[in-house]
């Protein structure tokens, strides 16, 4: 799996840009085998932004295909730690162990 | 019920409850950390608001919602309990007191509030610290201490989360709730859900919520802590909080020692352990209603049980409810035992009373027709019917008897209040209330009492500075007492205060005009002086008592009410006011006497005996008015000579009787010409045109339809006393 094939998304992923973040997931997940998220610009999540992450999972192995969280900011790592869902949305384990250092 | 009489019960309970509180405030003064007191302020600011949000009286709900928050702070040891708080308090539950009569006075219970009202309560609230409430999406913050958990493993709250589709658009980030639950103990595990197996991902809307979130939660915070996390979030989320094992055992251990007397309901008693939350409860009430009005229409059948919705809804495992069950039962069938109070409107209690007073006369009536007619087989039948008619006569009157205790402890803010107002320290003691008598007695001896002990604080006790210098204690006391006797109540009220000066009310009734400086009295004559009118001893009127009004209205109040009113005072030492009553203004048992061409009768509670006057002709007369009865001095009154009424066709050589009356300490005989027995006898008020009759307290009506008059012993003692001061002038 390159680079190119991931989905990176950037600034808010809250109520406010779930439409447009939805649409953005549903162009990409649609047809893929490998699903891999950059979540690296993400500037701030919330409930909205957590269940379309979950959604697109979802979406993603409705289809088959992999699904993966290459790389995460501080404020999606805090909501996934709080939640317990490092694992569940298949978080690099690099990426976890380096959030944990940093908390 | 209509809506007025619901509004009408509403404010007595408010009433009772406001008493309640006030009685707590008082123990708190001097215990400030009394949970039992804590508590019944609490529930009475939380029952007066629940049932004003019944009713819509939203400032009702608004005040005492501030109020009951601050207790609960309280309760919990997050705020301290000063003088000055409690204080406050004390004004609070004035301004609750001053609400509800605001609402009961205006007929139509939806006008605003009237500006001054609004600004006191203002003004009360912004002292009690209260800011306004935060807008309901705001996450409160508070300041925990870290917490400890609890050593077992699996000593988890089980907390499950299920959010509506429309949180998010109602401004509910369900994370939020997850991040402040995270500062309440440790989030052991999380389960977050998407259950999305009923829409297809075409269909997903990203702005709705299908969030649900499984939680172990750790922590040693209580269940109503953990249910306010998600205080509000419950118009937008399914949350179910189920507690841990050892949680479980505690609120088992909690309803095995629930005192029986404090168990009302199912619900209530879930909530007072913590079980479950105020809103679970609510939340299974509504259940438990809709399900019995689907019913309703089919066949009547039983409501469910309130603890099968709880333990469904999963606020509740099912051994707790099993224990609230028996708790409950154990309560209930004790409660049987106990006295069952039933509200019954004093008008028809009063109905009541006046029918079996009726019966009383016709049942004389029937046993004098029976007499007449000679039928000698129809006296046992009487007989019965007499046992009977007292039987009944006794209960009804019984049904209006409440003890005085109720009306005598509101005295204890009457004295607080004044004592602060004047810099005095006194004690209020109060014994005897559980004694015993007639409501509408107690509702007209108030006002005079107030007056007494008002009296008492004002011009009785001194200050802590004056009392010091004097060698007594600093701290004063007014002791108030009740206790029966012979069918009279005496309340004492007492105080161990500067005492009555004889030599200063002389003066003064001199000075008014009221004795003549050679007139002779005794002491207790110059001290009754203070009953008359216009006659105040202290020179400054203050504003409680003192304005040469007063006395003597307490006199007439207690005068109407077939009471007397003694007084005794040594200078310095202090006062004792003694105010005896008839238990009851409606029927007595009396003693009927013949005198002359009329019948009397004698409340039968007075008469000690009765002895024949040929009997004690050997005894020597003092004058005319003194007899020696077994050594013992007695005045007596001819009751002949009283009321000019002597029968002259009656033979001047047949015997006559004395018939010797108690009153207070004090004894008398009335010498009368026949003596007729007991007699059951209902009291009628005499009209209006003989409300100055002195010595006669009423009139009833015989059996044979004669009507006698009942005499009034204390007032036929100081009418048969005034011809000795006379005598003795001279």
């Known amino acids: 799996m390159s680079a190119e094939s991931a989905l990176v998304l950037e600034g808010e992923m809250t109520i406010y840009t779930a439409a447009a973040i939805r649409t953005q997931l549903q162009d990409y997940v649609t047809g893929r085998q490998h699903c891999v998220l950059d979540l690296t610009a993400v500037s701030e999540i919330d409930s909205a932004g957590l269940q379309l992450l979950l959604w697109v999972r979802r979406v993603a192995a409705e289809q088959r295909a992999d699904f993966q969280l290459r790389s995460i900011s501080p404020p999606v790592a805090q909501v996934l730690e709080l939640l317990q869902l490092e694992q569940g949305l298949n978080l690099k384990t690099s990426d976890a162990a380096r959030k944990q250092h940093e908390s | ?730």
């Open chain 2, 1 to 730: 019920m209509n809506l007025d009489s619901a509004r009408q019960a509403f404010i007595e309970e408010v009433a009772e409850l406001l008493q309640t509180m006030e009685d707590a405030l008082l123990t708190l003064e001097q215990n400030p950390a009394d949970p039992e007191s804590l508590n019944d302020v609490f529930r009475a600011m939380h029952t007066i608001k629940g049932t004003g949000g019944v009713f819509g009286y939203t400032p009702v709900v608004e005040f005492t919602h501030t109020v009951e928050t601050l207790m609960d702070q309280v309760r919990s040891g997050q705020m301290m309990l000063t003088k000055p708080l409690i204080e406050t308090l004390f004004e609070c539950r004035d301004h609750t007191l001053a609400l509800i009569d605001f609402i009961a006075a205006d007929a139509t219970g939806d006008a605003p509030l009237s500006p001054d009202l609004q600004r006191a309560g203002d003004a009360l609230l912004a002292r009690l610290g209260h800011v306004p409430p935060p807008t309901p999406t705001a996450v409160p913050v508070l300041n925990f201490d870290a917490p400890t958990y609890l050593p077992e493993a699996n000593d988890l709250w089980m907390i499950s989360l299920e959010f509506k589709a429309d949180a998010f658009r109602h401004g509910m980030d369900p994370l939020s709730f997850l991040r402040y639950l995270s500062s309440l103990g440790d989030l052991v595990h999380v389960v977050t859900l998407l259950p999305l197996a009923f829409i297809d991902s075409e269909h997903f809307d990203p702005e709705s919520c299908y969030l649900s979130f499984g939680i172990a939660f750790r922590s040693d915070a209580d269940k109503r802590t953990i249910a306010g996390v998600f205080e509000f979030a419950d118009e937008d989320c399914e949350i179910r909080i189920l507690e841990p094992d050892s949680a479980h055992n505690r609120y088992v251990d909690l309803l095995e020692a629930t005192p029986h007397d404090q168990i009302n309901c199912m619900g209530d008693l879930l909530v007072s352990i913590g079980a479950i939350t105020p809103f679970e409860l609510v939340r299974a009430l509504k259940i438990q209603e809709d399900s019995s009005q689907v019913l309703d229409g089919t066949e009547p059948a039983a409501k469910r049980r309130l603890g099968d919705i709880l333990v469904e809804q999963g606020s509740i495992k099912s051994g707790v409810v099993e224990q609230a069950v028996k708790t409950q039962e154990t309560a209930r069938s004790k409660r049987q035992e106990d006295n069952r109070i039933i509200r019954v409107d004093a008008q028809r209690l009063g109905h009541l009373i006046d029918l079996v007073g009726e019966l009383v006369t016709s049942s004389a009536a029937i046993r004098v027709m029976v007499k007449r007619a000679g039928i000698d087989n129809m006296n046992e039948v009487v007989d019965g019917v007499d046992y009977l008619v007292s039987e009944i006569r006794d209960n009804a009157l019984q049904l209006r008897m409440v003890a005085i205790g109720e009306s005598l402890s509101r005295f204890r803010r009457v004295v607080r209040d004044a004592s602060q107002e004047l810099g005095k320290l006194i004690d209020l003691v109060i014994t005897g209330g559980e004694t015993e008598l007639d409501k509408t007695v107690v509702e007209k001896i108030i006002d005079p009492l107030t007056h007494l002990i008002r009296n008492a604080v004002d011009h009785g006790i001194e200050e802590p500075m004056v009392r010091q210098k004097a060698d007594k204690l600093t701290t004063g006391t007014i002791h108030l007492n009740a206790y029966h006797d012979s069918g009279h109540i005496v309340i004492e009220i007492e105080d161990d205060g500067a005492g009555l000066d004889a030599a200063r009310i002389r003066a003064k009734a001199e000075a008014k005009g009221l004795v003549k400086p050679d007139e002779v009295l005794t002491r207790e004559e110059i001290l009754r002086l203070i009953f008359a009118p216009g006659l105040s001893t202290k020179e400054q009127a203050t504003s409680l008592s003192g304005r040469g009004v007063g006395m003597d209205v307490v006199r007439r109040n207690i005068e109407a009410l077939r009471g007397t009113v003694e007084l005794d005072s040594t200078l310095g030492v202090g006062t004792k006011i003694t105010i005896i009553l008839p238990l009851t203004l409606a029927i007595i048992e009396g003693f009927l006497v013949g005198a002359g061409r009329d019948q009397y009768v004698i409340p039968l509670s007075q008469v000690a005996e009765c002895v024949e006057m040929t009997a004690t002709a050997t005894l020597k007369q003092h004058g005319e008015h003194y007899i020696n009865l077994r050594g013992e001095v007695l005045p007596f009154i001819r009751l002949t000579d009283l009321f000019h009424n002597a029968d002259w066709h009656r033979a001047t050589n047949q015997r006559e009787s004395l018939v010797v009356v108690r009153f207070g300490h004090h004894k008398m005989g009335l010498v009368v010409d026949t003596l007729l027995g007991e007699l059951q006898t209902v009291i009628k008020p005499l009209g209006k045109l003989f409300e100055r009759l002195r010595g006669v307290a009423g009139a009833t009506i015989l059996g044979t339809g004669d009507i006698a008059l009942i005499l009034d012993v204390a007032e036929l003692a100081a009418i048969g006393q005034v011809p000795r001061h006379v005598a003795a002038k001279h």
